[in-house]
């Protein structure tokens, strides 16, 4: 029978202590600045390749770790640093995630370094498929790809919203239909190299919080790339249309399985501002002194402290279990992956909230951090699946039925 553990191993601990390190003394300390610049922190991304976070080997090496339990950890203290900066570390791993699941190991090899680069040449990745028109409902969709033979081409036409690192990364993975009447079983995913004429920058969005990350519109006006840029490459492409235009379903639900893997990463970022939040309340409460007593010592106050502590720690098991099953293969029956990724961002926003209560006002003004916590909490009831549609997830996987 195997053994029962909830301690994390050697090699567990020591990361924590390296990316906590890393995080209260580079990435808290600047992120005020950051924030209020509202730009990609260059400067720590810099930081970051120098010791080893920002790079391949620190995601392949974390996201190896056969217990699930090392990126999350990492994303964890990351985001207990700040999330913006975080969100500006981990943009170009959904370009890596997108290129992973699509791409043949040549694709991998060739393009998965292009999103990182190197300490004094660093690259940036992102990931394209949300659209002005297609948010939750990505079936919708409209960017096309459109296949020129004559010159083994694909050129893609459209226009991508949201996308972090959009219009300044170096490498874009951009999700367009190759077939619309198919609908999401038409989609195919292609890189767009650095330099490519026909992608530019549309819109960069001033947003509520994680504001050190850039969101920006990807604008596609007959960008043209190599019949190589296109992940799985054409014959299995052709292949996979077939199947689907025969009325075999095709890979929809391995896709599924995927978001649902990736969904704990999510939330163990939320988790980290959480408990930002709930340490720095906590400190606060016991410090702050009215009516001749600490704070804390009314129930009003230690009882929400005591609700804060045990979601703060309830969505960490949620996540470490969702991440644990998808790296041990087991299948996710209810819901496992997005019941940690709404468990937390809900968390997450509830528990920043909550401490801005217990500063009162110094909670309220840009001295304290935690009216930023608060800002950038709320996005992660938001992307990579709203809330809505992680109940939706879940309700269909515990009930069997397709609820809508
Ligand atoms: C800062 C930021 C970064 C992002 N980064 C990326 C990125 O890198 N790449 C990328 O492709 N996208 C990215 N996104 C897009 C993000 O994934 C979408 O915003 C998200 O999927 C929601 O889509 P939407 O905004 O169009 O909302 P909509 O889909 O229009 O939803 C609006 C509301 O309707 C609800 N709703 C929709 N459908 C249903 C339903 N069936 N049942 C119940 N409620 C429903 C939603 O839950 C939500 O409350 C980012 C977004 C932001 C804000």
């Known amino acids: 029978m195997a053994e ?12 924590q202590e390296w990316v906590h390190g890393f995080s209260e003394n580079v990435i808290r300390p600047a992120a005020h600045e950051w924030d209020e610049r509202e730009e990609t922190p260059w400067p720590i991304i810099e930081e970051a390749a120098k010791i080893g976070i920002y790079s391949i080997d620190f995601l392949a090496s974390a996201f190896g770790d056969p217990t699930g339990l090392s990126m999350m950890i990492a994303l964890e203290e990351l985001a207990w640093g700040d999330a913006g900066i975080c969100m500006a570390l981990m943009g170009s791993s959904l370009a890596v995630a997108g290129i992973m699941s699509n791409g043949t190991p040549e694709q991998q090899i060739e ?23 297609a948010g939750s409902d990505v079936s919708a969709l409209r960017t096309r790809a459109v296949y020129d033979e004559a010159k083994d081409e694909w050129v893609l036409n459209g226009t991508k919203t949201w996308i972090t690192n959009g219009g300044i990364a170096n490498t874009h993975v951009i999700v367009a239909s190759v077939d619309p009447e198919l609908g999401s079983r038409g989609h195919a995913s292609f890189i767009v190299p650095e330099g490519t004429p ?34 799985g ?14 009325g075999k379903r095709a890979q929809s639900q391995a896709a599924m399985a995927t978001f649902e893997a990736t969904r704990p990463a999510v939330g163990a970022q939320a988790l980290g501002i959480a408990r930002a939040a ?27 402290l005591s609700d804060m502590k045990v979601r703060v720690d309830a969505s960490r098991l949620l996540v470490w279990r969702a991440s644990w099953m998808a790296a041990t293969r087991k299948p996710f029956l209810n819901g496992e992956g997005s ?44 992307f990579e699946g709203t809330s809505e549609i992680q109940r939706l997830v879940i309700a269909r996987s515990i009930s069997g039925i397709h609820i809508k």
């Open 198 to 231: 026909g992608i530019r920058m549309g819109q960069k969005f001033q947003k509520m919080g994680i504001r050190a990350s850039h969101t920006a519109e990807v604008i596609l006006d007959d960008c043209r790339v190599p019949g190589k840029c296109l992940l």
């Open 233 to 246: 490459g054409k014959e299995k492409l052709d292949e996979r249309l077939a199947r689907v235009r025969e």
């Open 4 to 15: 029962f553990s909830m301690e994390l191993n050697e090699d567990q601990r020591t990361l």
């Open 278 to 304: 709930y340490e720095w309340a906590l400190d606060y409460a016991k410090e702050r002194k009215q009516f001749g007593r600490a704070i804390i010592e009314n129930q009003a106050i230690a009882f929400k």
């Open 111 to 133: 393009w998965i370094p292009q999103c990182y680069g190197t300490p004094g040449d660093l690259k940036l990745g992102a990931f394209g498929v949300s659209e002005p028109d």
């Open 339 to 382: 019941m940690s990724k709404l468990y937390a961002s809900e968390t997450a926003v509830d528990v920043t909230n909550d401490a801005i209560q217990i500063l009162g006002g110094y909670g309220y003004v840009r001295e304290n951090p935690v009216e930023r916590w608060h800002r950038d909490s709320k996005i992660y009831t938001i």
